[in-house]
T-cell receptor
Framework: DGGITQSPKYLFRKEGQNVTLSCEQN?????MYWYRQDPGQGLRLIYY???????QKGDIAEGYSVSREKKESFPLTVTSAQKNPTAFYLC??????????????FGEGSRLTVL | AQSVTQLDSQVPVFEEAPVELRCNYS??????LFWYVQYPNQGLQLLLK??????LVKGINGFEAEFNKSQTSFHLRKPSVHISDTAEYFC?????????????FGSGTRLQVQP
């Protein structure tokens, strides 16, 4: 079945460590996105990518980095510069950035906890 | 810039009662509108979307929403809720211009269906 796979589902990190969250899609979608979810704040956009080897900062990019070397993959690195990294991270994709109004398809999420 | 306001953070309702979850948006250009549902520790699933045409949009699980351009609203309704509808619901907007090319989400409404 086609879909978006995020791993790991749960991740614990010590302060000062970088961690990388994986996101893989087999939907043949051009655009991919990372959102951060905190209780009561909805989803906030971290980074997005329209095509391979290109990506743009979202609203809260500080302390995060991404790469888009393959169409199927859009990993997110949470660096030690991110002051409050504990959150639920959601990866999403869309056929293109404009198709269907930009309708997003989501993965199951990764919950990062900093100890 | 575009923004979304979900007026109620929590909505308690008894099983088989009707429910309305409110959503207002702000944008300087025309928009596309979406409602997503999220069950605990899962990703988001599309309920329905408004792209153009009829302002009354029907979605999955018996939900519907009405786009009201003059009031900049896109409220979600269901005539009779079930226990299984207990979840968090997010309203989202994207614009029709060439600027921001990712969905902007509201802060969410937690629907609690009681027996």
């Amino acid at each position: 079945d086609g879909g978006i796979t995020q791993s790991p589902k749960y991740l614990f990190r010590k302060e000062g460590q970088n961690v990388t969250l994986s996101c893989e899609q087999n939907l043949n979608h051009d655009a991919m996105y990372w959102y951060r979810q905190d209780p009561g704040q909805g989803l906030r956009l971290i980074y997005y990518s329209q095509i391979v080897n290109d990506f743009q900062k979202g609203d809260i990019a500080e302390g995060y980095s991404v790469s888009r070397e393959k169409k199927e993959s859009f990993p997110l690195t949470v660096t030690s510069a991110q002051k409050n990294p504990t959150a639920f991270y959601l990866c999403a994709s869309s056929i293109t950035q404009t198709s269907g109004g930009g309708e997003l398809f989501f993965g199951e999420g990764s919950r990062l906890t900093v100890l | 810039a575009q923004s979304v306001t979900q007026l109620d953070s929590q909505v308690p309702v008894f099983e088989e009662a009707p429910v309305e979850l409110r959503c207002n948006y702000s944008s300087s250009v025309s928009v596309y509108l979406f409602w997503y549902v999220q069950y605990p520790n899962q990703g988001l699933q599309l309920l329905l979307k408004y792209l153009s045409g009829s302002t009354l949009v029907k979605g999955i699980n018996g939900f519907e929403a009405e786009f009201n351009k003059s009031q900049t609203s896109f409220h979600l309704r269901k005539p009779s809720v079930h226990i299984s509808d207990t979840a968090e619901y997010f309203c989202a907007v994207s614009s029709m211009d060439t600027g921001r090319r990712a969905l902007t989400f509201g802060s969410g409404t937690r629907l609690q269906v009681q027996p």
